[in-house]
Nanobody, 120 residues
Framework: QVQLVESGGGLVQPGGSLRLSCAAS?????????MAWYRQAPGKQRELVAA???????KYADSAKGRFTISRDNAKNTVYLQMNSLKPEDTAVYYC?????????????WGQGTQVTVSS
């Protein structure tokens, strides 16, 4: 079973940047999975932030377009989320997961997530 470990979250001021990482283990087939980042703010449902296809094609939620960049390194079994120009409304727990690229729906099991707090 694929295990996912997110890291890189923290407290940042509005306008700042963070780079999240998601390391996958328990599989030698990482390169054949589409991957995605999701987030869940307090009191809200988990939502898709960005997804990346097997071939590396990204897509983004409207809230992330122009500010966030998803990427992957198949040699390291890792997917990244570079977040720039952060806003208080980006505050949430961020999770990665294997994804159905077409629908953005998560496919695998959830990790523990990483907390991102944007506040002055």
């Amino acid at each position: 079973q694929v295990q996912l470990v997110e890291s890189g979250g923290g407290l940042v001021q509005p306008g700042g940047s963070l780079r999240l990482s998601c390391a996958a283990s328990g599989t030698t087939f990482f390169s054949i999975y589409a991957m995605a980042w999701y987030r869940q703010a307090p009191g809200k449902q988990r939502e898709l932030v960005a997804a990346i296809s097997i071939g590396g094609t990204p897509k983004y939620a409207d809230s992330a377009k122009g500010r966030f960049t998803i990427s992957r390194d198949n040699a390291k079994n890792t997917v990244y989320l570079q977040m720039n120009s952060l806003k208080p409304e980006d505050t949430a727990v961020y999770y990665c997961n294997i994804a159905n690229y077409a629908t953005g729906s998560p496919v695998g099991s959830w990790g523990q997530g990483t907390q991102v707090t944007v506040s002055s």
